[in-house]
């Protein structure tokens, strides 16, 4: 149970408040300020609720002095006496919000501290995220935390100084290119140019001469000698995506390759040594495929010397979050923007999600939400439709909730998707069965903007 600090020189009111939020809170109070100092040197306090015009204080040097005790706690100012401009200049001094008093509807200081303690979590999340991040910057932003992960790097890191041949495995979006150019960027052979060919994307009769090169007049079009990517790959790494949708009729050519670590260009009988470190990759389960004919066996040995199966997004979700903030800085940065933020439902929403196009995928919804979010916090509305109608958007309200936290959660879900398929209160109440004041209330109680 989360502590709340309340301060106030007005005895009733300490007492009406604590016995609002008493029932989903350790609630502290003092009702001079040396006492709350006191208290919060000895706990840890999750947010401060405090009178803004306090006996004793200077002005509102004391919201300051808080702030260096209880560091990131987020200071909800209530007061009747306050001037406007007294509560803005709060705000200037760090208070998270002003609450007027006297208080007609005890549920605004539940809401309001809610508020505060879901930007206090993302806050800290937030700023966690970034110190593991700048841990990923040395893994040439490969981002990951989780078992697997590791795993992998560390196979990464073993295999990467020498000229051994990998096989990257792994579906569609997982980062096997990544993998591919952070063995080449740790070997050797990173000061030259790293080529990646997608063998799945060229037809089978270019295909030979992409790799091997031609001879001029080798075949219509060939209006001249060109070199092909195995020459230009001389003494660097090359990477051929998609090795499984290949033709056996090339994968012998590209055997006797490895082997004599020559090649003949199209139209050509002689030989041209290369010093290529080979790095090929699939989506397929090769072993499958040399079972049914398709992939030659002598090739998939001659290829998988070393194999590094890169894990599926939905089997690594603890790294989600971490995944989620790195392309929401890189979208930052893009577009000169500043700082933006994923609530807790949101990032419920998206660890749930089954992510058929991995880290692709993500990085593709990130970008979506962020482009349509409000107050530059992504919540779950924000997030592409497909994502909330097998129910994840549901899934944010889970058992270790409080109650009260979740009926919120569920009426800001429902409210916020109500307003937004209907075109007016009167529709909505129509359609919920709610009447239109109840709606306007409810509005109103969960802080939704609706014009």
Request: aromatic share 6%.
């Amino acid at each position: 149970m989360k502590n709340i600090l309340l301060i106030d020189d007005e005895i009733q009111t300490l007492e009406i408040c604590k016995r609002k939020l008493c029932k989903t809170y350790n609630v502290f109070t003092a009702d001079r300020l040396g006492d709350a100092f006191d208290i919060l040197r000895k706990n840890e306090i999750s947010c401060i609720i405090s009178d803004l015009v306090m006996p004793g204080a200077e002005d509102l040097k004391f919201i300051k002095d808080l702030q260096k005790i209880a560091e990131d706690c987020p200071i909800l100012v209530m007061s009747g006496k306050a001037t406007v401009k007294m509560a803005v200049q709060a705000m200037h001094a760090g208070a998270f919000d002003f609450i007027e008093k006297p208080i007609v509807n005890l549920d605004i200081l539940t809401v309001m501290t809610e508020k505060a303690l879901a930007s206090q979590y993302l806050k800290k999340e937030n700023k966690e995220l970034k110190q593991q991040l700048l841990k990923q910057k040395s893994k040439k932003e490969f981002i990951g935390n989780c078992r697997s992960v590791n795993k992998v790097l560390n196979v990464i890191s073993k295999v990467a100084p020498l000229n051994t041949t990998v096989l990257v495995n792994g579906e569609t979006g997982t980062g096997k290119e990544m993998i591919a150019r952070l063995i080449h960027e740790e070997s050797s052979r990173s000061n030259r140019e790293f080529i990646a060919v997608n063998c799945g994307a060229v037809a089978e009769n270019l295909l030979e001469s992409l790799l091997f090169g031609h001879e001029k007049g080798s075949f219509t079009g060939a209006v001249k000698d060109s070199r092909g990517y195995f020459e230009t790959a001389h003494k660097s790494t090359l990477f051929l995506d998609e090795i499984g949708e290949t033709a056996p009729s090339f994968q012998v050519k590209l055997l006797r390759v490895l082997q004599e670590k020559k090649i003949r260009r199209v139209g050509s009988e002689k030989l041209i040594p290369v010093d290529v470190r080979i790095i090929a990759a699939t989506n397929r389960n090769l072993e499958e495929e040399v079972k049914k004919g398709n992939f030659r066996k002598d090739l998939f040995y001659r290829l998988n010397v070393i194999k590094i199966t890169v894990p599926p997004l939905r089997q690594r979700t603890e790294d989600i979050p971490l995944l989620a903030y790195h392309f929401l800085n890189e979208f930052q940065k893009e577009n000169s923007l500043s700082e933006f933020k994923i609530s807790r439902a949101a990032m419920k929403v998206l660890i749930k999600h089954t992510w058929e196009g991995n880290v692709r995928e993500l990085q593709n919804v990130i970008e979506h939400a962020a482009v349509l979010c409000s107050d530059k916090t992504i919540n779950p509305e924000d997030l592409p439709e497909y994502m909330s109608e097998t129910g994840q958007v549901m899934n944010t309200i889970e058992f270790s909730d409080n109650y009260e936290q979740a009926k919120h959660q569920f009426e800001l879900i429902y409210f916020k998707r109500l307003l937004k398929k209907c075109n007016s209160v009167t529709e909505a109440a129509a359609v919920s069965g709610f009447s239109r004041q109840n709606i306007h209330v409810k509005i109103k109680k969960l802080g939704i903007e609706h014009n």
